[in-house]
Nanobody, 115 residues
Framework: EVQLVESGGGLVQPGGSLRLSCAAS????????MSWVRQAPGKGLEWVSA???????NYIDSVKGRFTISRDNAKNTVYLQMNSLKPEDTAVYYC?????????WGQGTQVTVSS
């Protein structure tokens, strides 16, 4: 059974930090590109960041310099380090695994940035 389990969300003040984790199982993690996608209240899905199987990373402009994506293939886990958080980063953050043939989604973790 394929599972993507996100954790690490919560309530944080503006300027604070959180680290999201996504633990994967049931597929060959190292062969998949991994992404973080978010959905703010009342809005559609927004791609945030991705890391491919070779370790190349990409980010949406609004998080460049603040967020860092990384992966640990030995632990089948992808991370999103989020620093200098802003209220507009408030969203449910989803982990996504994708290959040419398949993609999988986690259940999401809530991140709320508020004073």
């Amino acid at each position: 059974e394929v599972q993507l389990v996100e954790s690490g969300g919560g309530l944080v003040q503006p300027g604070g930090s959180l680290r999201l984790s996504c633990a994967a199982s049931g597929f060959t993690f190292s062969s998949y590109a991994m992404s973080w996608v978010r959905q703010a209240p009342g809005k559609g899905l927004e791609w945030v960041s991705a890391i491919n199987s070779g370790g190349t990373t990409n980010y949406i402009d609004s998080v460049k310099g603040r967020f860092t994506i990384s992966r640990d293939n030995a632990k089948n886990t992808v991370y999103l380090q989020m620093n200098s958080l802003k209220p507009e980063d408030t969203a449910v953050y989803y982990c996504n695994a994708n290959s040419i043939l398949r993609q999988y989604w986690g259940q999401g973790t809530q991140v709320t940035v508020s004073s």
